[in-house]
């Protein structure tokens, strides 16, 4: 299956906020509300910030949210720190065999 | 705290085989979908499968059907990617992941990542 279309960068300053968006289709985004996105570290592994599209693991900052509108999916991260600069990415459960699917990935920097 | 813990870093020849493995514990093991999820140099992420270790389902993303296998040995709490025969383009970053309460495609908890290098 086709990965998820996110942005390859986006960047801001510190306190500001940005939103990173995630493009699927219906047989992805557009049909469950599975959407999730993880920040990746290089180095570390990855982490799971929102799961079903808006929720938050207990141990992540409220300055991440997520949202969805019919084939897109969106993260926002407000009041941007140093510490956010990293890789983002967006996945959906599919109905395609092996049920997960990733975004290419957004580089986030903050200026 | 749940834990994910994988086998160290591999370097291997094209045409040789391996065996790589993610050891969960803190959790029940038998109830949670895991994933393996390859990262290749400079690029992103792409999920490979996933496996059931209460009945060893498995479902592969169709880029890696009949390419690697994934197993479990439910009884010491282990996952497995497996190659029959790499090739430089295996040479990545791969980490498992385990799913929420509920599968729902999203993986909660991941290892510390294996990376392996395939090179003449």
């Known amino acids: 299956q086709s990965a998820l279309t996110q942005p390859a960068s986006v960047s801001g300053s510190p306190g500001q906020s940005i939103t990173i968006s995630c493009t699927g289709t219906s047989s992805d985004i557009g049909s469950f509300d599975y959407v999730s996105w993880y920040q990746h570290h290089p180095g570390k592994a990855p982490r799971l910030l929102i799961y079903d599209v808006t929720h938050r693991p207990s141990e992540i900052s409220n300055r991440f949210s997520g949202s969805k509108s019919g084939n897109t999916a969106s993260l926002t991260i407000s009041g941007l720190q140093a510490e956010d600069e990293a890789a983002y990415y967006c996945?959906?459960?599919?109905?395609?065999?092996?049920?997960?699917?990733f975004g290419g990935g957004t580089k986030l920097t903050v200026l | 705290e749940v834990q994910l813990v994988q086998s160290g870093a591999e370097v291997k020849l094209p045409g040789e085989s391996l065996k790589i493995s993610c050891k969960g514990s803190r959790f029940t093991f038998r109830n949670y979908w895991i994933g393996w999820v390859r990262q290749m140099p400079g690029k992103g992420l792409e999920c490979m499968g996933i496996i059931y270790p209460g009945d060893s389902e498995t479902r592969y993303s169709p880029s890696f059907q009949g390419h690697v296998t994934i197993s479990v040995d439910e009884s010491i709490n282990t996952a497995y990617l497996q190659w029959t025969s790499l090739k430089a383009s295996d040479t990545a970053i791969y980490y498992c992941?385990?799913?929420?309460?509920?599968?729902?495609?999203?993986?909660?908890?991941w290892g510390q990542g294996s990376l392996v290098t395939v090179s003449s």
């Open positions: 996945s959906s459960f599919t109905t395609a065999v092996g049920d997960v699917v």
């Open positions: 992941a385990r799913g929420g309460d509920f599968w729902s495609g999203y993986f909660e908890f």
